[in-house]
């Protein structure tokens, strides 16, 4: 007896498997102590407070809340621009979500050349590099109308690209004759003009749509179409709690997506590496986290409600 | 003669015609719906692609063409002189050459540990799995903005506890402008977008049934080995999704190669964003309708590699998301 507990070599076999599983995910565990919980560490001590950088190194003095209160009533532009980049935000994503699940559904019918579609469909998360996305906006800006402050420079140049007379903002205003209330006026007129970003932001989220209602089995609609349902009952009773699950990940997706390329950060970025005021930027930076995870969870918790977990 | 009125209230009261009726209407509604379909597709697909084609046409301009009001888009003398410039401006061959390397090799990593990660958190219970999962939802939820400038500070002196300086007996080395930051945080599994990819493996493997593992672990394969040579094999789709992913988004990022100061040689996108400054000073090119011409051959020549990836790659690319199990 004793030689078989010898051979065990003191673990059974669920323990091995723990410590091979945690071999697996050692890199990880490894990368994020050293590179996250440590830098967020240091990114709560720069914030708290004051840095002197000097030649390589730095030195800092506890100051407490300082940089909060600088953050919001000292510094000329940090809450302007916070709120202009949360705002849009909240426009954005309802746009983003609904529009890419539309397209989504409306790729995922049979018809001919439907791969090519999805090809072009996908194309801008594929250009997002800075420099690209800001020539593509030029130029498309000046197809639609130029509502965006182009250089006039390029818009000669590149007005061959269809730069059309009676641009959008034409038609926007005639909107203004329909006595239409203001704010759904303003709303549609800010949707109408975000077209363009709505379009090139939802590339990723289509596919992600698009999986999801390949997923779907086609039973269910078989048996909606047997018991007699109209195809807008198929949608909300069928296609919506199926693909629901999606519009979490998707949600977080764009608010992460529009964060990221929001000038909010590119303030923060600036500070740091620009001014190479880390106390100040760190402080600017935990602020915009805290506010984009706030978003994050009332919005989830809002979706949530919509989603239906098949189990 | 009766008229057609008449025939086609005469047509609607004729029951014997009723399924010919429905025939017609499913049909007529069906041809209206797909010809909405093909206009929005259209539509949208021009909002798409008509930049792009915009800025392909425009870089073969010649400097006449572009002070020309009667061009539209098809250029009367048409010129190579940008890209010819932009190949020497941008060094593009030896620094794409340098960029398919040092991207795929980053792109390698992050299929070979990422996949591992998934495969650790998808096929084994060990203490606190829980909330090391979260800790990968933290690393995707949080954007790298709000932990760069440790990680710049670090790099900067890099000096992990003490033991380089020991070594070297100096100053601890300045890690910037080099690539090593991006392969320690791509080994580590916290590189560009890791978190992401962990969770499309994660997912995937959780959706493989547990028997091909357990037939392989009965037939004496050690747990490395079913890994290896039993689910990566398995695990293509997430494979394509990820490398497509993680080469483009490599490709494109100005972020991380700013942040750590890696070289233009190794950053086409850095290049890009400076053209124009480069091309005013260097060239003395500063009529902005003609440089902008410039820029835009830039363009192309730094998204046409990508292009040629993706309709390689697209077909498969699709389908392995759709399969990947990002949906669950």
Known sequence: MTGVVKKRRGMTLSQRRAVTGLLFISPFVLGFLLFYVRSLWMVGQFAFSETTTEGLGYTTRFIGLENFRYAFTGHPRFTQILTESLINMVVDVPLIIFFSLFIAIVLNQKFRGRTVARAIFFLPALLNAPAIVQALDLVRAMMIGGSSPAPSAVVDSVSGAGGGSAGILYYIDLLGDIALPETVLEYIVGAVSRINTVITMSGVQIIIFLAALQSISPSLYEVAKIEGATTYETFWKITFPMVSPLLVTNMVYTVLDSFVNSRVLQEVYDTMFGEQNYSVGAAFSLISMISVCGILGIASYAVSKLVYYDN | ?328
């Open chain 2, 1 to 328: 003669m009766e008229s057609l009125k008449q025939r086609i209230k005469k047509f609607n009261a004729d029951t014997r015609m009723g399924n010919e009726r429905q025939r017609i209407i499913r049909w007529l509604m069906g041809f209206v719906l797909s010809l909405f379909r093909l206009a929005l597709i259209v539509g949208i697909s021009y909002v798409i692609l008509g930049p792009i084609i915009g800025i392909a046409f425009n870089s073969f301009f010649s400097n006449e063409d572009a002070y020309s009001p009667a061009i539209y888009l098809i250029p009367q003398s048409p010129t190579l002189e940008r890209y010819s410039l932009m190949l020497t401006v941008t060094q593009y061959w030896k620094v794409l050459r340098n960029m398919l390397f040092y991207i795929s090799s980053l792109s390698l990593i992050q299929i070979v540990v990422c996949s591992m990660v998934g495969y650790g958190f998808a096929r084994f219970q060990f203490p606190l799995k829980k909330i090391l999962f979260a800790c990968v939802i933290l690393v995707i939820v949080l954007p790298a903005h709000s932990v760069i400038l440790p990680l710049y500070v670090t790099f900067r002196n890099f000096d992990p506890l003490g033991i380089l300086s020991l070594i070297t007996g100096g100053n601890p080395p300045n890690m910037l402008t080099t690539l090593f930051p991006m392969y320690m945080l791509t080994i580590f599994g916290v590189g560009l977008r890791s978190g992401l990819y962990i969770y499309i493996f994660n997912q995937f493997f959780r959706g493989l049934p547990k028997e091909i593992e357990e037939a392989a672990f009965v037939d004496g394969a050690g747990t490395f080995y079913t890994y290896l040579r039993v689910m990566v094999p398995n695990a293509m789709p997430p494979i394509i999704t990820v490398l497509i992913f993680s080469l483009v988004w490599q490709y494109n990022d100005v972020f991380y190669a700013n942040v750590f100061q890696i070289s233009g040689d190794w950053a086409l996108s850095k290049k890009l964003n400076t053209l124009g400054n480069t091309l005013s000073g260097s060239y003395r090119i500063i009529d902005p309708n003609i440089s902008s011409l410039y820029v835009y051959a830039g363009i192309i020549m730094m998204i046409l590699p990508m292009i040629i990836i993706y309709i390689f790659l697209q077909r498969r690319f699709i389908e392995g998301v759709e399969r990947s199990g990002i949906v669950g």
